[in-house]
């Protein structure tokens, strides 16, 4: 729902020429059905952006194999962006107001630490629902991307968010 929510959002105030189709999955199939539906875009000859959390991939062994195979096929397929976040995509927000590497262990880590910068910062559909915190992320989005590029997976918590945002870009 936060995805669908910021790349909306983003779509309007940004004027990003982008056709924004979430996917909820369950933690079982998620990365099952990403692959399936991302092989069903390239054979419509479009870029995927695939946008989702790591977090389920890091507790679950068999997802995290799912993930990895999944990366390894698109990866190198310049159609397909991956971009992770772990251990979601509010890392990707903090990254906006601040340059950290440090490991959040979950969503509620970063969520008081967001708190910081986007005090009423909540994961529900009556705070997503309004434009003004992908407002306050759009003023600081420069430095999102700036802070982004330097973090590396496996080496604490990451986002690769900013890829989706310089194609989104380049297309405007």
């Keep these: 729902m ?9 779509k309007i105030l940004k004027g990003y020429s982008c056709v924004i189709r979430p996917r909820f999955f369950s933690s079982k199939n998620s990365i099952y059905y990403l692959e399936k539906r991302t092989k069903e875009l390239l054979l419509a000859d479009v ?3 695939c946008a989702f959390d790591s977090d389920v991939s890091q507790r679950n062994e068999e997802e995290k194999a799912r993930l ?3 990366v390894k096929e698109f990866n190198c397929n310049d159609k397909v962006i991956i971009c992770d976040s772990l251990p979601s995509i509010e890392f990707w927000f903090l990254l906006h107001f601040k340059y950290t590497n440090k490991h959040f262990p979950n969503y509620n880590s970063i969520r008081n630490e967001l ?5 009423d910062y909540d994961k529900t559909e009556k705070f997503l629902i309004q ?4 407002k306050a992320l759009v003023e600081k989005q420069e430095n999102a991307i700036k ?12 986002s690769n968010i900013f890829k989706a ?6 297309i405007i």
């Design 2 to 10: 936060t995805e669908k929510y910021y790349f909306q959002h983003l």
């Design 47 to 49: 870029t995927v952006i």
């Design 68 to 70: 990895q195979n999944f």
């Design 115 to 119: 708190r910081n910068f986007i005090p």
């Design 131 to 134: 434009d003004k915190w992908v």
């Design 147 to 158: 802070n982004g590029k330097t973090l590396k997976p496996n080496s604490g918590s990451y």
């Design 165 to 170: 945002i310089e194609i989104l870009e380049s």
